[in-house]
Nanobody, 126 residues
Framework: QVQLVESGGGAVQAVGSLRLSCAAS????????LAWFRQAPVKDRVFVAA????????YYADSVKGRFTISRDNAKNTLYLQMSSLSPEDTAVYSC???????????????????WGQGTQVTVSS
């Protein structure tokens, strides 16, 4: 497994922006498809965005499409989530996750991810 540590969360006003980072250590970073998930208070964890091992393929939840951008830098072992046009509905704990895969595409399905970060809080005020 790979160890993941998120950073970059915080408090921001509506329509503002934040960039989350997820630093990885352990096994070969480029062997993993990656994703961001989020969990709002008293709600289930939900998928936000996914990215393939090379970074060439991405997929977004409808709720963030056009506002969030997932990217990765395999040389720096880091995953990113650029968030813009934030709204209070985006308030949640954001977690990154890694899925060991031989696929060249992104991976969907929370069950495929076996490494998780501890999460970083994002709070958006109106």
């Amino acid at each position: 497994q790979v160890q993941l540590v998120e950073s970059g969360g915080g408090a921001v006003q509506a329509v503002g922006s934040l960039r989350l980072s997820c630093a990885a250590s352990g096994r070969t970073f480029s062997s993993y498809a990656l994703a961001w998930f989020r969990q709002a208070p008293v709600k289930d964890r939900v998928f936000v965005a996914a990215i393939s091992r090379s970074g060439s393929s991405t997929y977004y939840a409808d709720s963030v499409k056009g506002r969030f951008t997932i990217s990765r830098d395999n040389a720096k072992n880091t995953l990113y989530l650029q968030m813009s046009s934030l709204s209070p509905e985006d308030t949640a704990v954001y977690s990154c996750a890694a899925s060991p895969t031989s696929s060249t595409s992104y991976v969907l399905g929370v069950g495929a991810y076996n490494s998780w970060g501890q999460g970083t809080q994002v709070t958006v005020s109106s």
